[in-house]
């Protein structure tokens, strides 16, 4: 019998649909969240199976690459639009969830989602990692900072991240009491930043040695950390047909509700990864206001300063360097300060 799987995933259990090739309700049950599981109940049950369907979720990686290499034709669909089309139904549940993803995986209105590698998921975590201890060493920083005030000690509004502790320890010392409370949270707080520093450092190492990060950091604006943030979103460069549409994937292009007489183009959409997004907004402050390298894609952007304001310069000039990474990656070709914009 051929049939279309639908998962509905949750982190320990799955609750699985199985319907034929008429929307018919074959079989319905939950199972452990586990790849052999799984497929050995599908084989069990001798299905010819068209299609395991399930939404991107925290799972659906170890899912995806499990039963692909189990030999079933297995697609992950984008989050939103399930969503979207399961709000149609009465009842939410796991096992109504699982059997509208089996119906909307046999009619195929949905879009499946790029299911990353194992070397991008690698640099993701690095990255965050870093992002993590970074921002735990900002809260403590903070923390420090309003405690003072109770205090009547007020410091100054820029301390460099690397002479925090020179400037505050002396304080924290000459009270007692300061020092009884405030030295332990010190103390983590500059072990915390060395964990900061030699993290920054792994990123560097690891983007100079990739060939993908060495091309991409060619552009002006893009440094270790936007590049190994591209490069680990992109995955694949060659997913996308136009290198206009990774701009889009960012969040970088305006939504628009266009509807008879009605046009109204909007704020960006704010889609996809916003670490990228990011990442991508500060390399065009950077390449504005920083880079002294002059280039036709500056030129644009300085123009658009004068004519739109800096916010949406900065945005456009983010959208711009997304579309020519992806370009200058697809191409193998270094960034070219002329012919850019």
Partial sequence: MNVYIGLDVSLRSVAMCVVDLKGAIVEELNLPCEVESIASHIEAADYQVERIGFE????????????????????????????AALSAMRNKTDKTDARGIAHILRAGWYNPVHMKSRESHDIKALLAARKAILNKCIDLENEIRGLFKAFGIRLPSHVSRLRFDEKVRPIIEADEALAFALLPMLDVRGALYDTYRLMEQRVIVVSRHDPVCKLLMTAPGIGPITALSFKAAVDDPTRFNSSRLVGAHFGLTPRRFQSGEMDNPGRISRAGDKDVRATLYNAANSLLLRSTRPSSLKTWGLRLIRTKGTRRARIAVARKLAVILHRMWVTNTPFKAEGTA
């Fill in 56 to 83: 991107a979720g925290a799972m659906s990686q170890m899912l995806f690459h499990g039963l692909t290499a189990k030999g079933f034709d297995t697609v992950c669909m984008e989050a939103r639009q399930v969503a």
